[in-house]
């Protein structure tokens, strides 16, 4: 069965510390993975994906499939960081079903 | 584009009364997704629809849960009865053709049920 887990309910970190939330997943076949993010008051959006390889905002993750991890990371935190964050799994076949984790709260201390 | 829209953005309703909250999804996608988020369990699929059709509904909690798609920009979940442990944040979200996995979230509705 699809598994995603994200261990930290929540990360607190100091503004221009490095951040890493992690990601694990469980699936057999060839994963899609994503991170979304939810700022206060703000909509669930698409943060990246990672057959991008892109960077967003300064967060880049790598997808690292002899350890099933896909950790969210940026060497800098800023204040605008703080937010939710959910790992997403996504298969073919799926129809666009998405798999979330747990989410991490992600909290920038000045 | 407004993107996803949901009603109501909030509601209050006692134990037992139905519960319907609405979806209007993005013009043109063909995929529609039902969520349920809570502090416990965070981000839930219930169900979703593409073109319209049910494909998958494994995650609707009871029977108690409904969910209806009548028309490409229309969705219904219905709770009936409701009780308390439905309060939650339920979203909608939708998919565009192509792009299957990138989904554009509603405001989410906040329900309490009391």
């Known amino acids: 069965a699809q598994r995603v887990t994200q261990p930290e309910k929540l990360l607190s970190v100091f503004k221009g510390a490095p951040v890493e939330l992690k990601c694990n997943y469980s699936?057999?076949?060839?994963?899609?993975l994503f991170w979304y993010v939810q700022y206060s008051r703000q909509r669930l959006q698409l943060l990246l994906r990672h057959i991008s390889r892109e960077s967003i905002k300064g967060f880049t993750a790598d997808l690292n499939k002899g350890e099933t991890s896909f950790h969210l990371k940026k060497p800098f935190a800023q204040e605008e960081d703080s937010a939710m964050y959910y790992c997403?799994?996504?298969?073919?076949?799926?129809?666009?079903?998405?798999?979330f984790g747990a989410g991490t709260q992600v909290v920038v201390t000045p | 584009d407004a993107g996803v829209i949901q009603s109501p953005r909030h509601e209050v309703t006692e134990m037992g009364q139905e519960v319907t909250l609405r979806c209007k999804p993005i013009?043109?996608?063909?995929?529609l997704f039902w969520y349920r988020q809570t502090m416990m369990r965070g981000l839930e699929l219930l169900i979703y629809?593409?073109?319209?059709?049910?494909?998958?509904d494994s995650g609707m909690p009871e029977d108690r849960f409904s969910a209806k798609m009548p028309n490409a920009s229309f969705s219904t979940l219905k709770i009936q009865p409701s009780e308390p442990r439905d309060s939650a944040v339920y979203f909608c979200?939708?998919?565009?053709?192509?792009?299957?996995?990138?989904?554009?979230f509603g405001p989410g509705t906040r329900l309490l049920v009391l």
């Open positions: 699936y057999s076949g060839s994963p899609e």
């Open positions: 979200a939708s998919t565009p053709s192509g792009q299957q996995e990138t989904q554009y």
């Open positions: 997403a799994l996504g298969w073919t076949d799926s129809w666009g079903k998405l798999q």
């Open positions: 629809f593409n073109n319209n059709v049910p494909i998958d």
């Open positions: 013009s043109g996608h063909n995929s």
